[in-house]
């Protein structure tokens, strides 16, 4: 069994390794070139949608719990008309860190197939772990997402409360702290943080 499978193997390998008798080496090339920009189209494509707001919140445990919080916050709805989606708070915009997140991300597939947040209960007990989650991400990579649309360099202190002028200067100008560190909560409730250290 094992001396065919072998065999079969080699077979197949010498019909890959060998040169082409039928078509031209340009032919091979301009059809492997085809090939790829078809699924660099493809992979782009699927990638692009599932980084839409409306994919994020396909699920009820979405849906119900975190982004209906959402709504009634400043991120979502405000003067401006300016409103930040779940995509630009928790996937970055430079491709490399996108195609990152996206891996890291996939492991939440486990957790809506074996339900594990399936009902508000279950999504209450997990909260906190899920915020640390986050917020360990968000802290390791100096809150990338917020700088998307909140730069330091662009901040008019002026317009700032004395206090939130002071420590934007204090700790974001020499890089001791991150967005994260002071604003955790701005845009979903805290889960509860009794017997969790601060700081």
Sequence with gaps: MLK?????????WKVLSAPSLHFSLG?????????GVIFWGAFNTVLEATNTEQFCTGCHEMQDNVFAELKGTIHYSNRSGVRATCP???VPHRW??????????????WGK??????????FLDKRLEL????????????????RNCHAFDSMDFTRQSPRAAQIHERWLSNGEKTCIDCHKGIAHRLPNMEGVPQG
């Excluded at 032919?27 to 090939?35: D, E, N, P, Q, V």
């Design 4 to 12: 065919r499978l072998l065999s079969y193997l080699q077979a197949r």
């Design 27 to 35: 032919f091979l090339t301009l059809g492997g070139f085809i090939a």
């Design 88 to 90: 630009d708070c928790h």
């Design 96 to 109: 490399t860190d996108k195609i990152a997140r996206k891996m890291q991300a996939s492991k939440e597939v």
């Design 113 to 122: 197939v074996f339900g594990t947040i399936s009902t508000r209960e279950k």
């Design 131 to 146: 915020a640390q989650h986050e917020w360990a991400r968000l802290k390791a990579n100096d809150s990338l997402e917020c």
